[in-house]
């Protein structure tokens, strides 16, 4: 006799929900049985919370449906961010926030989820729920603090460039022991470059990875790293503008076991326009770039 879907075992369908998305888990898997939601709000099916994959355009098909089949009138990102990092707790393990995010939700995931090992920053941090209103230098200086609470971090995604990066890679030394690699997408700032030289010299895992647009670093910043961090077993380099794979670098690069680049060019194109500019200009002239296509 055929067994139903709805009669599974609740370890069974939590086995099967945990390697859903976040918008499947929510929209779909919730409402078909009380027993699929039941196993679909067992923390372990939140242990990967990435919401970079999500879109939360107001008029786009996750803020509707969520809208309609919870009836909410005013869909809020730092409230969906809150009921998904609640869901998950400490089950969560890898928690990607997305590119614009209160500072309210950093604060209560480092609180509620102190076993993340691949954590992903936002592109820019915002003051309460005002997505409007970016902090300053000043403002971000929690930051840090926050990071070291995740003593199991293993992975670090930084999105464009970002002044306070070495605040947050001088916390990750001083707490988080288990530390492997970084992902950096978009621009690299030259201070970035030598914080990541300077700050984690043992540094195993690096990548530099394109975004909506493609990666940016100059040649100075990758010989850097190539000094700084000996201890390098992987470095991949994937759409990035700003110098060749000449000999030089191979040579330098001699002592890694996997180097692997691809569409890795000198020259800017035509109509490159990094998002960091886009979103917030004024932090702009810390990145110590000149992107002048004269």
Request: contains cysteine; hydrophobic residues 40%.
């Amino acid at each position: 006799m055929d067994r139903k879907w709805n009669e599974l075992e609740v370890d069974c369908l939590i086995n099967i929900f945990e390697r859903l998305g976040l918008e499947e888990l929510i929209l779909e898997v919730a409402f078909v049985c009380k027993s699929w939601y039941r196993a679909s709000i067992s923390p372990q099916c939140w242990k990967s919370l990435n919401f970079d994959k999500l879109n939360f355009d107001p008029s786009g098909p996750l803020v509707t449906a969520f809208s309609h089949q919870y009836g909410v009138h005013n869909f809020s990102v730092a409230g969906f961010l809150t009921m998904a990092i609640s869901r998950g707790g400490q089950a969560v393990v890898e928690l990607i926030l997305p590119a614009v995010c209160p500072l309210e939700n950093i604060i209560f995931a480092s609180n509620r989820c102190p076993y993340v090992r691949v954590l992903g920053l936002p592109m820019h941090i915002t003051k309460h729920r005002n997505k409007e209103l970016l902090m300053s230098l000043e403002d971000i200086s929690p930051l840090g603090e926050l990071i070291s609470k995740w003593k199991d971090l293993e992975f670090l995604h930084i999105r464009e460039y970002q002044p306070y990066t070495r605040d947050i890679l001088l916390s990750i030394k001083s707490h988080c022991k288990n530390f492997v690699g970084i992902k950096k997408i978009g621009l690299m700032g030259d201070d970035e470059s030598s914080a990541i030289a300077e700050v984690l010299p043992g540094l195993k895992q690096l990548t530099i990875t394109s975004s909506a647009t493609h990666a940016f670093m100059v040649r100075e910043s990758l010989k850097e790293i190539l000094e700084g961090c000996r201890e390098l077993e992987v470095l991949e380099i994937n759409n990035c503008c700003g110098f060749e794979v000449d000999e030089e670098i191979l040579e330098m690069a001699s002592h890694i076991k996997s180097f692997m680049y691809k569409d890795v060019r000198l020259n800017v194109d035509e109509n490159y326009y990094p998002l960091a500019i886009i979103f917030d200009p004024v932090t702009w002239k810390h990145s110590g770039i000149d992107l002048s296509l004269d």
